[in-house]
């Protein structure tokens, strides 16, 4: 079984913003590439779990989600990043689009993407981590077995009591993981 690095995506490797959707507001984290390409080097696949309530909500659509997520890859992928894979979960129980209008098991706190790519790569969660800047992230990685890993560089300034270990950012965070 293998090892990974669990990811957040606003607020963790891009800059938090409301419902990021649009191109134009994709801003990385000053500190974001230096620290995925120091993770990267470690031999873990990088995995990119990240809620997307603003599919359910109506705000933007799932076609934009990929477009972000497909250009922000080719950013990362010409800066040698490569992420491995990226799982989100576009339902909220309090959305307006009907479909995604659900209590799904994938959204964090919830582990169904953890568990998800747990099949998809082989993975023991006791082996891998999960980082992120919110609540949500650090229990979701914490009921999924994962060391976890709490960024200060988004939303949660705050330090969480329920995180193994807090970093400013992801390069700080890289060296719990070494």
Not at 54 to 81: P, T
Not at 155 to 165: P, Q, S, T, V
Request: hydrophobic residues 40%; proline residues 2%.
């Amino acid at each position: 079984m293998n090892k990974a690095i669990f990811l957040d995506r606003d607020g963790t490797i891009t800059e938090s913003g409301d419902h990021l959707s649009r191109l134009e507001d994709m801003e990385f984290i000053d500190s974001a590439m230096a620290g995925l390409r120091r993770m990267q080097s470690f031999g873990y696949p990088l995995i990119i779990v990240t809620n997307q309530a603003g599919i359910a909500k109506g705000i933007f659509k799932e076609e934009d989600y990929f477009s972000f997520r497909n250009e922000m890859h080719k950013q990362l992928q010409e800066n040698g990043i490569i992420i491995n894979a990226e799982y989100f979960c576009p339902h909220h129980i309090e959305g307006t689009v009907e479909k995604y209008k659900i209590d799904c098991n994938c959204r964090k706190p919830k582990t169904g993407m953890l568990e998800q790519a747990a099949k998809d790569f082989n993975l023991d969660l006791k082996q891998c981590w999960m980082i992120g800047d919110a609540l949500s992230d650090i229990q979701a990685g914490k009921s999924a077995g994962c060391k976890t890993i709490q960024v200060l560089s988004g939303e949660g300034k705050k330090e969480l009591d329920e995180a193994d270990f807090i970093a400013y950012e992801l390069v700080h965070a890289s060296y719990f993981i070494a």
